[in-house]
């Protein structure tokens, strides 16, 4: 069974992104690019301003505008079209996810078995259906949550799930917002629930005396019990658990303060807390498949075990992948409790800015393992298919312009580390300038065998996400992948070309360029024409004398 992950994101009035709705597929690894000011940041935010709401312990506040990650003054800010006056709904987020059905909802299923047969949900006790979740199944669910601004914030969710074989309109409920509160219903309208909300996800309460049930509201909550409550929790699961880093990195000070406590798990968005974290955590097991890139005959072939490693050791290791191979080591100031983070004999703070920038991106990535601090067993190394059906979610790590600072080299190389981590129970969502690591993950593709097993993951696995932004101020969003040339099914405008058009402008301004013009000098106080290096060892052989002429010294 596969890992819960989140599968889509779309959006529709969120910031740039206007009345029709765009939509992105994630994928294990999505890669955004487009031009400055596109719009590239606004998928990530639209999941950071829920993940905020959520880790905001007022259970009431359906919207969280004052959170760490994203922070307005109010909903129209975030709504399109925002100065103007004119008064518009608020954004639209639908999510998409899925999840696994597990045994409990077959033991109920069968419990209920006679009595669900006279009701709507008929369909999910029949013979076919109970077969098939005795052999285990993912759901997948969706929530669309439509924002308005009045006295205060109010989000409006809407559910559907959408489960194999089934008509999703047989499943789909709403929630709607009334004098009386939240009210669930069927999306035809029969029958209603009362309806409390966490945030602005949903749950049916438990105790229900104020409200008069008739047979079909009792199916009705069954129903939101059996489809949407394990679900739900999935989904609160997969949004607090984001991690961030983004594009302004924090500045790298000569000492970190001792941790004190647990060790937290989550690098803050500027990265700061990185070094902290790797130090509290560095004995920590973690897992990750190894990199790998084009060998010598040019042959590629992508690692199928995930190996263990401690926390400093995993580091270390991406670290040099990259290029950056000093040693990593802490040093103790015990008179203050403090540390340094050393790498070789020099401070972290005194080394160039692409490490600090990048050690970000390597901590929170190894964090992001889904069995994060748990042995594979004896031996250090697991097959990845066993290894993936051991995790239970697969965390989403989203990062802006996570090559920030560093060299070429080092940039195609960090495409090889995401896919390590791609490849290892995480799911990345990268927004990027750098054309060097799309150009890699290019050539990664070029490089496998046809029909392999590599070729077929990064066919599967790996998508771009054209964001570009017209005249008209709207945000589009347009989904390619690679084909298996290492080609892109569709070019990104501004991107990948560059390079090859300004080296063919400097080639052909190179080529139209004449040969300069003969300059006169002067030689014995008579005036000669220097007319180029061949003409000059001529002339110089000519007036050599008998049998030096062009001999080797």
Not at 97 to 113: A, M, P, Q
Not at 222 to 231: C, R, S
Not at 488 to 504: G, L
């Amino acid at each position: 069974m596969s890992a819960a992950r989140l599968t889509q994101v779309r959006l529709r009035c969120f910031k740039s992104i206007g009345p029709e709705e765009q939509a992105v597929d994630l994928r294990p690894l999505t890669v955004m690019v487009g031009r400055n000011s596109s719009g590239k940041s606004t998928v990530i935010q639209s999941l950071l301003l829920l993940k905020q709401t959520l880790e905001d312990p007022r259970p009431e506040v359906q919207l969280s505008l004052q959170g760490t990650y994203l922070r307005a003054t109010s909903l129209r800010e975030l709504t399109h079209g925002w100065p103007d006056d004119v008064r518009r709904d608020g954004p639209e987020i639908t999510l998409r996810w899925t999840s696994s059905v597990n045994g409990r909802l077959l033991d109920r299923l069968i419990e209920k078995r006679s009595w669900l047969a006279e009701t709507r949900l008929a369909w999910l006790v029949s013979d076919d259906m109970l077969a098939r979740l005795q052999g285990g199944f993912e759901q997948t669910t969706e929530i669309t949550l439509s924002m308005t601004e009045g006295d205060g914030i109010i989000v409006l969710p809407r559910l559907r799930s959408i489960w194999p074989g089934v008509p999703p309109l047989e499943t789909a409920m709403r929630a709607d917002m009334d004098l009386g509160g939240a009210v669930l219903s069927w999306a035809d309208g029969a029958g209603t629930s009362p309806l409390r909300m966490d945030h602005f996800l949903p749950y049916v309460p438990r105790a229900s005396e104020d409200w008069e049930l008739l047979p079909e509201d009792v199916t009705l909550r069954f129903a939101f019990g059996v489809l949407y409550a394990e679900p739900l929790r999935t989904l609160e699961g997969l949004l607090t658990g984001l991690s961030f880093v983004g594009a302004s990195r924090d500045e790298v000070p000569q000492y970190y303060a001792k941790p004190v406590g647990p060790p937290g798990r989550t690098v803050l968005p500027g990265g700061g807390n990185a070094p902290e974290l790797l130090y509290s955590r560095q004995a920590e097991r973690v897992h990750f498949a190894p990199p790998a890139g084009i060998g010598q005959g040019g042959e590629l072939s992508l690692s199928e075990h995930v190996t263990e490693r401690t926390m400093k050791e995993a580091v270390q290791e991406l670290l040099a992948h990259l290029g950056i191979d000093n040693r990593l080591s802490f040093q103790d100031v015990q008179a203050v409790n403090v540390f340094l983070l050393l790498f070789g004999r020099a401070p972290l703070n005194h080394i160039g800015r692409g490490v600090g920038h990048v050690l970000p991106v390597i901590v929170a990535g190894l964090l992001g393992d889904p069995l994060l601090g748990q042995r594979l067993g004896e031996s250090p190394e697991m097959s990845r298919d066993e290894y993936l059906e051991r995790c239970p979610t697969a965390p989403c790590l989203a990062y802006e312009e996570l090559e920030s600072h560093l060299h070429p080299k080092a940039q195609s190389r960090l495409a090889e580390v995401m896919v390590a981590l791609a490849r290892s129970g995480r799911q990345l969502l990268l927004e990027t300038h750098s054309d060097h690591l799309v150009r890699r993950l290019r050539n990664l593709m070029a490089h496998t065998e046809p029909g392999s097993a590599s070729e077929q993951w990064l066919l599967e696995s790996v998508g771009l996400v054209e964001v570009d932004q017209g005249a008209d101020g709207v945000t589009r969003l347009t989904a390619g992948q690679l084909t298996r040339e290492g080609s892109i099914e569709r070019w990104p405008a501004d991107f990948m070309d560059e390079a090859t058009d300004e080296e063919r402008s400097i080639y052909f301004a190179g080529t139209a360029k004449s040969p300069p013009e003969p300059r006169a000098v002067r030689t014995g106080g008579r005036e000669a024409r220097n007319n180029g290096p061949e003409e000059e060892r001529a002339r110089t052989a000519s007036a050599a004398p008998r049998g030096q002429a062009g001999s080797n010294p």
